[in-house]
Each structure stands twice: as C-alpha cells, then as structure tokens.
C-alpha cells in the first residue's frame, strides 16, 4: 500500500531563515505530488505541483519554491521566511490528474 | 472567481441526529468532486468522491452525498451521527480533470453525546 510521509512534524523558525520541508511516498511510481497550505480559518490552498522529476508548476507567486529531485520526493523551500509563511503545510499524491489526492500528516511551521 | 462555499463554519449536533452540510461551487465545466475529512490529529483522509453516473454516492462511515448539477452543489449527509464524527469536514471541487483540488473553508462539527 502507499503510504506519504513528512518531515519535521513541527517547526518554529524566525523571520529571514531558510526552510526545507520534505515530503516522500513510498508504494507507487510517478505520482503526481502536490504542496498545499492551510491557514487558520481557511481552506487548502494549492502552492505547487508536480508532474515527474523536475517539473514544477505553481499556482501561486510567494516567496516559496518547490523542487522534485526524485520520483517520490517533493521538497518545499525558501531562502528567507516570512511571517505571513506561517501555517500548515500539507503534501499530497494522486496517480493522475483529476483523481483523489491523497495527503501526508503535514508541518506545522510558526515564524517569529 | 471560481470558488467552493461550504455554508456552515461550525456545527453542534448530539448524537443520533441528522447531519447535511451544504458545498456549493462555482464552476461551470465538468467537475470531480470529494468530501474529505480531518479526525482529530489524524490526516486528511478521503470520505467519498464523484466523478459521474449516480448522483447520490455513498462513503465510508455511514457518509453519502449528493451532486446536484443545475444547483451546483454537493451537500453531504448522515442520517445518525456519532460522538466519533465530530471532526473537520471539507469539500473539494477537481475542474476540468486538472490538477488542482479547489477546497472550501471546511465545517468543524461537535457531536456531544
């Protein structure tokens, strides 16, 4: 069976520090992967997406980056946060497009 | 802007009584649609989905929902609910078979004994 796994679990940063947060799914081949962030109070927004190795669209412009260096690994960055990148960041995999997607546990990430 | 509306933001209900909550979306292609929910402090798992054919599809847990295409809605029902549904419930809207999975805001709903 396929299972998603993410890394930290939580994480408190300050303002202006990088961010690496890793997503990997194990059980498939050449899923479709996908970042989402959930602010208080609102929905899932999508940030990133990704199709196979290297491909990345995104969905909307911020201070985040996405990067796919292996088939079932999905990587969300960014050089220097922001407070307004706090939230919860959820990744998830579909076998194609318009299918049900299928999410990790997320990251908790507060910046001060 | 195309967009998923969930109508209830919070909702308290003891067990045994009904539950619908309504999802209305706003796009006019062909779309998929899901109810996912979100027990507390677990993942974001899968209630039930329409891609076509019957209108009424049903869940795990009891869940069914039903796609009403002239009102563009998606309204999720339980006819008994129990002390262990309470949880954060969300509505997502695929247009178009893309790859985006629109959601709205989400319902919390509080089932007291």
């Known amino acids: 069976s396929q299972t998603i796994h993410q890394w930290p679990a939580t994480l408190v940063q300050p303002v202006g520090s990088p961010l690496s947060l890793e997503c990997t799914v194990e059980g498939t081949s050449n899923p479709n992967l996908y970042w989402y962030r959930q602010a208080a109070g609102r929905g899932l927004q999508l940030l990133f997406y990704s199709v196979g190795i290297g491909q990345i669209s995104s969905e909307v412009p911020q201070n985040l980056s996405a990067s796919r260096p292996q088939d079932r690994q999905f990587i969300l960055s960014s050089k220097k946060l922001l407070l307004s990148d706090s939230g919860f960041y959820l990744c998830?995999?579909?076998?194609?497009?318009?299918?049900?997607?299928?999410f990790g546990p997320g990251t908790r990430l507060t910046v001060l | 802007a195309q967009s998923v509306s969930q109508h209830n933001h919070h909702v308290i209900l003891s067990e045994a009584a009904s539950l619908e909550l309504g999802c209305n979306y706003s796009?006019?292609?062909?779309?998929?649609l899901f109810w996912y929910v979100q027990y507390p402090g677990q993942h974001l798992q899968l209630l039930l989905k329409?891609?076509?054919?019957?209108?009424l599809v049903k869940g795990i847990k009891g869940f069914e929902a039903e796609f009403i295409k002239s009102k563009f809605s998606f309204n999720l029902r339980k006819p008994s609910v129990q002390w262990s549904d309470t949880a954060e419930y969300f509505c997502a809207v695929n247009p178009d078979s893309g790859y985006a999975l629109n959601f709205g805001k989400g319902t919390s709903l509080l089932v007291t004994p």
């Open positions: 796009y006019g292609g062909t779309v998929n």
């Open positions: 329409y891609f076509s054919g019957d209108p």
């Open positions: 998830a995999w579909s076998p194609t497009q318009g299918h049900e997607q299928f």
